[in-house]
Structures are given as structure tokens and as C-alpha cells.
Nanobody, 123 residues
Framework: QLQLVESGGGLVQPGGSLRLSCAAS????????IGWFRQAPGKEREGVSC????????YLADSVKGRFTISRDNAKKTVYLEMNSLRDEDTAVYYC????????????????WGQGTQVTVSS
């Protein structure tokens, strides 16, 4: 059974950093694309970053380029989202999701989701 569990969220001041983890089980991580999405109160879920299966090509939303980095450790079956220079507008629940091989910026293209982890950026 494919399962994803996020961790690493919390409260951080503007300009601070957090590293989110997405622990995968029940499938071969290298064969799947893992996307990070976020949803702020009253807003639609938006794509933040994605790492493709096999070749590991990465994608970042324009709003987080230069600040966030996505990476994958196949041996640990974990995908990370390193978030630096955090801003108030990064506050949201962050989710990781899986789909076969190829990345997509559309949440509807991902069939498996974690439960989410809250990130709050506030002074």
C-alpha cells in the first residue's frame, strides 16, 4: 500500500529555514514523481516543487525559485524540501504527493497524498 508521511513543519520567523521530509513506503520511490504542494487558508492548493522518477529532474514554482530546493534519497525512501529565506506568504499546509514517473503542476494528476504538515512563517 502506497503511503506518504510528511514531517518537519513548524513555526519559523521570516528569513528562517525549514526542511520538510516526505517518507514513502509501499512502492519504489525511484519510479515515481513526488510533488510538494501547499494550501493556505481560503486559497487553492498550488504546486511548489516536483522531482521526477528515474532521471530526478526537478521543478520549482517561480515563487520559490532561489529559496527552495527539492531532493530525493532513494535509499532512505525520502524526499526533502529545503526551504530558505521563508516569507509570510509561504505560510500554508504543505503536502507531498506521488504519481507515476512524470511531474505535473496540477494536484489532480497525483493519486496519492500525505496528510500534510503545517508551516507558519511569522514574527
Amino acid at each position: 500500500q502506497l503511503q506518504l508521511v510528511e514531517s518537519g513543519g513548524g513555526l519559523v520567523q521570516p528569513g528562517g529555514s525549514l526542511r520538510l521530509s516526505c517518507a514513502a513506503s509501499g512502492f519504489t520511490l525511484a519510479n515515481y514523481a513526488i510533488g510538494w504542494f501547499r494550501q493556505a487558508p481560503g486559497k487553492e492548493r498550488e504546486g511548489v516543487s516536483c522531482i521526477a522518477g528515474n532521471d530526478g529532474v526537478t521543478y520549482l514554482a517561480d515563487s520559490v525559485k532561489g529559496r527552495f530546493t527539492i531532493s530525493r534519497d532513494n535509499a532512505k525512501k525520502t524526499v526533502y524540501l529545503e526551504m530558505n529565506s521563508l516569507r509570510d506568504e509561504d505560510t500554508a499546509v504543505y503536502y507531498c504527493a506521488a504519481r507515476d514517473y512524470y511531474c505535473s503542476g496540477h494536484a489532480s494528476m497525483f493519486g496519492s497524498w500525505g496528510q500534510g504538515t503545517q508551516v507558519t512563517v511569522s514574527s
